[in-house]
């Protein structure tokens, strides 16, 4: 009896450590039930994810990295640097097409120099993409000028702020993009080569897996959603700066691990990511719309950064411990 | 005649050897030269002190940080604790007095180091990528709880009562302030006197004490550290004490040198700063290479490049581009040495 419920309790806890990210978003969606700010309306909804689509855009290309077994910190500096280059490319008079697409093969440039550094190179990718993040802020701070630039385009406006069949246009490019990277990644060579090599390097090498031009692909996957990413934040704002994406990166890759995309390399998924995403900004979104009526205003701003980081550590916690338990059971 | 060639070839590779190897060395001293050349302010007994003043709070912060790189981690809760530390030791300094406020701030600092290593060990977070996510997380929470106990607002140095004259002199005072003797060593500036007394310290506990080597085992395999008996656990839990320690002490060295300290401020990238100059200086990122002369190294170049650019009056944006230029061309140097050898 006693044997049979710890093994019981050991299961469900295996099972929900599997899922985290779903526990996570169904534990917000409760919490939300007992507030006061009804959150369960459409128009929460296309709000929400207009907010998190640029975010889910950069962790479907990270996703790529991290399942090589990698990482890419350079993305926010990437997304600053799309957008600055597109609205002074649109304001020189360039035509909004070509300026995006420019803006776009950016991102591709870099992530095929980021690719070049650490595939070709061997080395490490945390450190040159957190120093490729530091020499692109630069630029993108040179660039700007250290101050916010916007367009008077409404063509480049519209991109991101339009409704296509009744959604934000901004969220079905985000479907768009993440459909396109599910199939890439579950249908093709290319993605199944991702997931051997990640799972392991040598072994992959060995059975004939170009594994370099998989690996540098990866990256040039990740550097241009980055990039788009910034196209379609700068266009929903209209206005492109230096100054945000600091913690873009660390969030993003951290959620892609949050969401089940091991560091380990070679498990998760698009899907998995974007549920990374969805916890993390899920629970920004709800923490700011949390209040009891006669009883809590609404949550302090630093309590909110708080438990945000609570979360990532428990989760990022859990899931160590989760390895760990594992190499001791074997 | 084969035999001679051989030699020739070793000797050739000793001299590439020694380039490659004091690669940074070389660096500085090539920027020196050029800046010198360029600008003659540069040699200037004025901007040798103004150089001596800059060893601030990034040197103490990127000693702790050779540590912890060391050993094959990393560390990201830099912001946040500096901000924590450098929040209630002033806060502290109108309750308790400056001098054990000083000495809270630095207990703290190990207590929160040493907090950072248990939960890495306890969760078995053995490898870096894991140790990265966590420690950011910590800073977050760190950060909020800093901006939680002075609800967010920036504390002013003018406000406080309790007199405090370390914190006054430790940046702007120079030895000739303190023994008021005038000559050439009444220039040096305090905190530099500080990082020196730091330095030789440290480097004796790297160099010469049984546990500092266990540092660079531990780094340089975890696995063979652990099976030849050397407790890696607590090394680990160890090196992020250190850097909590040398944490505290630039957070003390950060808000001297600043009338009004913020806290969303006062750490900001200080993580980034200091990863760059261990790595900059060639200590490996894989662990287990390098030693705390190599981040003055690092440090140095670091604040030459920065005033050598001042001096030339190059754009400020344009400096960050030459910062980052700088990290990526040396670790990717770094990287190409070692994989050589």
């Not at chain 1, 039930?33 to 994810?49: C, E, G, K, V, W």
């Not at chain 1, 367009?151 to 009744?166: R, V, Y």
């Not at chain 1, 392991?200 to 170009?210: M, Q, R």
């Not at chain 2, 002013?156 to 302030?177: C, K, V, W, Y």
Request: net charge positive.
């Amino acid at each position: 009896m006693d044997v049979a419920t710890l093994s019981f309790g050991r299961k469900t806890l295996k099972i929900l450590g599997k899922q985290k990210a779903i526990v996570a978003v169904a534990l917000i969606l409760i919490a939300m039930l007992f507030s006061s700010s009804n959150i369960f309306t459409r128009n929460h909804l296309f709000a929400f994810l207009v907010v998190a689509a640029p975010d889910l855009v950069i962790a479907f290309g990270v996703t790529f990295a991290v399942i090589c077994r990698a990482c890419d910190l350079s993305v926010g500096s990437v997304m600053c640097l799309s957008g600055i280059i597109a609205i002074q490319l649109i304001n020189s008079g360039v035509p909004v097409f070509i300026a995006v697409l420019i803006a776009i093969l950016s991102g591709t440039v870099i992530g095929f120099i980021n690719g070049f550094l650490i595939v070709q190179q061997k080395t490490e990718a945390f450190i040159i993409t957190l120093g490729m993040g530091m020499l692109l802020k630069g630029v993108a701070l040179f660039m700007s000028n250290a101050r916010p630039v916007s367009t008077q385009d409404p063509a480049f406006n519209s991109i991101s702020n339009s409704t296509i069949i009744g959604l934000p246009s901004i969220v079905v490019y985000m479907l768009i993009i993440g459909v396109l990277a599910y199939c890439l990644l579950r249908f093709t060579s290319f993605g199944r080569n991702c997931y051997a090599l990640g799972g392991d390097y040598e072994v992959a090498e060995h059975s004939g897996i170009n594994v370099v031009r998989t690996k540098w692909a990866a990256f040039v996957i990740t550097g241009t959603c980055a990039a788009i990413a910034g196209v379609l934040l700068s266009s929903r704002i209209n206005t492109g700066s230096a100054i945000y994406g600091d913690l873009t990166p660390l969030l993003v890759n951290c959620s892609v691990v949050i969401g089940g995309t091991s560091f380990a390399g070679g498990v998760g998924g698009i899907a998995q990511s974007g549920l990374g995403i969805a916890v993390m900004h899920m629970l920004r979104y709800c923490m700011r719309m949390f209040r009891i009526d006669g009883v809590l205003p609404g949550i302090n701003q630093h309590v909110q950064t708080l438990v945000f980081g609570i979360v990532i550590v428990a989760i990022i916690a859990m899931d160590c411990y989760a390895i760990k338990r594992k190499k001791e059971d074997v | 005649m084969l035999k001679q060639e051989a030699l020739k070839k070793k000797r050739l590779n000793k001299v590439g050897d020694f380039f490659m190897e004091y690669l940074v060395l070389m660096a500085i001293v090539a920027l020196v030269i050029v800046t010198a050349i360029v600008e003659p302010r540069f040699l200037t007994a004025n901007n040798f002190r103004n150089i001596m003043g800059q060893f601030g709070p990034l040197s103490f912060t990127a000693l702790g940080m050779t540590f912890i790189i060391l050993g094959g981690f990393i560390d990201l809760s830099l912001p946040g604790m500096i901000s924590l530390i450098a929040m209630i030791t002033l806060s502290l300094f109108d309750v308790i007095g400056e001098v054990p406020a000083m000495i809270f701030g630095m207990a703290l600092g190990v207590f929160l180091g040493a907090f950072n290593g248990t939960l890495l060990v306890r969760v078995g977070a053995t490898t870096q990528a894991k140790a990265l996510f966590i420690t950011f997380g910590m800073s977050q929470i760190y950060g909020a709880i800093s901006q939680l106990i002075t609800g967010g607002h920036p504390i002013s140095r003018l406000f406080i009562e309790h007199p405090a004259p370390i914190t006054q002199n430790l940046s702007s005072g120079t030895i000739g302030d303190i023994f008021g003797f005038s000559s050439f060593l009444d220039s040096i500036p305090i905190t530099f006197i500080v990082f020196l007394f730091f330095l030789a310290i440290l480097f004796i506990f790297q160099k010469k004490t049984v546990l500092g080597r266990s540092i660079n085992y531990t780094g340089g395999n975890f696995l063979a550290a652990e099976l030849g008996g050397i407790p890696t656990k607590r090394i680990m839990v160890m090196i992020y004490s250190i850097c909590g320690f040398m944490v505290a002490i630039g957070a003390i060295a950060a808000f001297s040198r600043t009338p009004v300290a913020a806290p969303e401020i006062i750490g900001a990238n200080y993580e980034r700063d200091s990863i760059m100059a261990v790595v900059v200086g060639g200590t490996s990122l894989t662990g287990g290479r390098g030693n705390v002369l190599r981040t003055v190294l690092g440090v140095s170049l670091i604040i030459l490049l920065s005033n050598c650019m001042n001096l030339m009056q190059i754009n400020s944006h344009l400096q960050e581009v030459f910062r980052g230029a700088v990290l990526v061309t040396a670790i990717w140097l770094d990287h190409r040495r070692h994989a050589n050898a």
